[in-house]
């Protein structure tokens, strides 16, 4: 116990305030993050004609009923491990608070922190990219998905994608943390207001983040897309356990892309992937710090 009377905080303590700002960023960031799904997984659309096609398919309703409870549990889950395993990573690897660590120490710890995340996160991702992508109909809500996929893939197609969703969290994490106090101390040198900081300097770390993992979104996307579209089809053998975890197919996605539609294809839609990682870093620099406080306080913890 402190002297002040408060007890002192420990890594457990921190998961309401970041679960609190995780949900709150996902529900706020989803209507964008279904246009970049659309944009990503069809490279060469725009975000206004992936909108309009939405909207033709599903209505305004559909940003309520085109995998928003996957996509809000996935994100919030995934912000949530991200911020929470960062700090403790960077402890274990450094021995010091990551508050006293270097970008580069804050960009690792970071990265590193990843791998629990998206193993967490992987089956949710599949879930709501099958009900973003789903124009015919043909699925009645998460659970119907969830059903289609065990029932035609078993654990492994839960997993589908996992090695590009990997390298994509392990670039946008690390490049968020990386950059943050970076930008934090440019930007206070031509903006006083603290809340005005933290809402520049968080888009432009998940801008960073966005500019340096876009590429590993569109591939994972397309092969994601292409693995569910065969769970349609009985004549396509049933893949093996350990397929997912390839990264080959992710790999070779991305040379081919390179090759027939140059950087413009590994790019695409990055547009909307900037506003919704720039967007999401912006609310997470103001929430996280914020909701901590606030917690702490009302607990007592220091």
């Known amino acids: 116990m402190a002297a002040s009377g408060k007890r002192k905080a420990t890594a457990v303590d921190t998961l309401p305030p970041i679960c609190g700002g995780a949900v709150v960023t996902s529900v706020v960031m ?21 909108l309009k096609g939405f909207l033709e398919a599903h209505g305004m309703m559909g940003f309520v009923k085109q995998g928003l409870v996957a996509e809000v549990t996935r ?6 491990i991200k911020f929470f395993m960062q700090p403790i990573v960077h ?4 021995g010091v608070p990551e508050t006293k660590g270097s970008p580069i120490s804050k960009g690792l710890a970071g990265a590193i922190g990843t791998f629990p995340e998206v193993l967490a996160i992987s089956p949710l991702e599949n879930i709501k990219l099958a009900a973003q992508l789903d124009k015919e ?44 106090d970076v930008y934090k101390g440019a930007v206070s040198n031509v903006v006083s207001n603290k809340l005005a900081q933290d809402v520049l300097s968080g888009f432009c770390a998940g801008a960073t983040g966005t500019a340096l993992n876009c590429w590993t979104d569109v591939c994972r996307s397309i092969v994601q897309k ?19 975890y390839n990264p080959v197919p992710f790999f070779s996605e991305a040379a081919n892309l390179a090759k027939t539609k140059g950087i413009g294809g590994l790019y695409a839609g990055v547009g909307p992937k ?6 999401s870093g912006a609310i997470l620099a103001v929430l996280m710090p914020r909701f901590k406080t606030m917690w702490f306080d009302m607990m007592g913890i220091e």
């Not at 402890?91 to 450094?94: C, D, F, G, Q, V």
Request: hydrophobic content about 45%.
């Open 75 to 80: 994100a919030s889950i995934s912000r949530a």
């Open 274 to 279: 900037m506003i919704h990682l720039g967007g």
């Open 30 to 50: 989803y209507p964008v993050d279904v246009v970049r799904a659309i944009c990503m997984s069809n490279p060469g659309t725009g975000a206004g004609a992936a």
């Open 226 to 244: 292409k693995a569910l579209a065969d769970t349609f089809d009985p004549s396509i053998p049933k893949p093996g356990a350990f397929e997912p």
């Open 91 to 94: 402890k274990a690897l450094y």
């Open 137 to 180: 109909g043909r699925f009645n809500g998460s659970a119907d998905i969830a059903k289609h996929i065990w029932r035609t893939r078993g654990f492994g197609g839960m997993m589908i994608g996992y090695a590009g969703m990997q390298v994509r969290q392990c670039l946008w994490t690390g490049g968020f943390f990386l950059t943050l």
